[in-house]
């Protein structure tokens, strides 16, 4: 008495002219069900397929096996609320799992440019979130002062930021270190050894 999600999927390919799906290797019976329903609802004709061409690749995982949908410390919100970049997270994305480098790509051209899906492996790829903190810190160090511009204190410069972004891990950090050239800095106590 509802409608499944093979089949709005289906729908909605046919109805946008989706070219391409890529999924995890975890769907493989789905699309062959939706390859029937494809072809049940006349999206190929004659010799030429209308309907998408579909590629699985291997599951991510993590340190404690399969990542999840479910598991919300993973998603999108998550690592925006860390001060992560979007950047940081299609670089890693782009190319785990492949046999190329996991590199800080200076835009999205350069990814897909670069992407094959010949290149990627059938074992599952290790999702690892301390890579994904060095890719950010890598691509906060090639920013410019005008992706910053709208988050730096008052008597923040362009040089300051020049200055201050070879120290920092995300972008968002930029105020702290701003205190402490600014500030006044308190000095730790010290026991007498």
């Known amino acids: 008495g509802s ?40 999206a190929a004709q004659g010799t030429a397929q209308h309907f998408p061409r579909f590629a699985h690749e291997a599951l991510l995982v993590g340190a404690e096996g399969k990542l999840s ?3 919300g410390s993973l998603g999108c919100d998550a690592f925006r609320e860390q001060g992560l970049e979007p950047a940081a997270i299609t670089a890693l994305l782009a190319r785990i799992g492949t046999s190329q480098p996991v590199v800080a790509a200076s835009g999205n051209a350069e990814l897909v440019e670069g992407f094959d899906l010949s290149t990627f492996g059938r074992a599952p790829a290790r999702f690892d979130e301390a890579e994904l ?27 300051a930021w020049l200055a201050i972004r070879p120290n920092l891990e995300k972008a968002g950090d930029l105020v702290e270190w701003w205190h402490v050239v600014t500030g006044p800095v308190e000095s730790p106590v010290f026991d007498e050894e």
Not at 7 to 31: F, K, P, Q, W, Y
């Open 3 to 42: 409608w499944i999600d093979m089949l709005s999927c289906a729908l909605d390919d046919i109805a946008m002219g989706v070219t391409d799906v890529l999924r995890g290797e975890d769907h493989v019976s789905n699309t062959a069900v939706q390859i029937h329903m494809f072809t049940a609802l006349h």
């Open 69 to 71: 949908k479910r598991l």
């Open 133 to 159: 903190h060095r890719l950010n810190a890598q691509i906060v160090h090639q920013m410019p002062f005008a992706a910053v511009r709208g988050m730096v204190p008052e008597g923040f410069t362009e040089e």
